[in-house]
């Protein structure tokens, strides 16, 4: 599957900004899909999932209560929407797909293991 990001900028602490990833699969409610971020010099890190039919979500600690990830099945797309932006927010965004049985995706342990489609990255700064 291809995974196209998009949303990122700059912004202010405090501030939200909404991504979307949108995905070109036949059966996009197959996939679990998920966001990571990688700030520089660190690895890459897990924020959130979301599985097939959007009914089981996962935030790390770090992001919930400020970060919502949803998807909209019919458009192909998964969305972070995100709030209350913090400077240590500023990362590239990567939208990730799994096609495993969610209680076997890395995703529901905060993982992306080594058989999960990537896309791009969409870059995210917030300034303080």
């Known amino acids: 599957v291809q995974l196209q990001a998009s949303g990122g900028g700059l912004v202010q602490a405090g501030d939200s900004l909404r991504l979307s990833c949108r995905v070109s699969?036949?059966?996009?409610?197959?996939?679990?899909m998920a966001w990571f971020r990688q700030a520089p010099g660190k690895e890459r890190e897990f924020v959130a999932a979301?599985?097939?039919?959007?009914?089981?979500?996962k935030h790390s600690d770090s992001v919930k209560g400020r970060f919502t990830i949803s998807r909209d099945n019919p458009k192909n797309t998964v969305y972070l929407q995100m709030t209350s932006l913090k400077s240590e927010d500023t990362a590239v965004y990567y939208c990730?797909?799994?096609?495993?049985?969610?209680?076997?995706?890395?995703?529901?342990?905060?993982?992306?293991?080594?058989?999960?489609?990537w896309g791009q990255g969409t870059q995210v700064t917030v300034s303080s």
């Open positions: 990730a797909a799994d096609s495993s049985n969610w209680a076997r995706s890395p995703f529901s342990s905060g993982n992306y293991g080594t058989r999960v489609d």
């Open positions: 699969a036949r059966t996009f409610s197959s996939y679990n």
């Open positions: 979301i599985s097939g039919t959007g009914h089981i979500k």
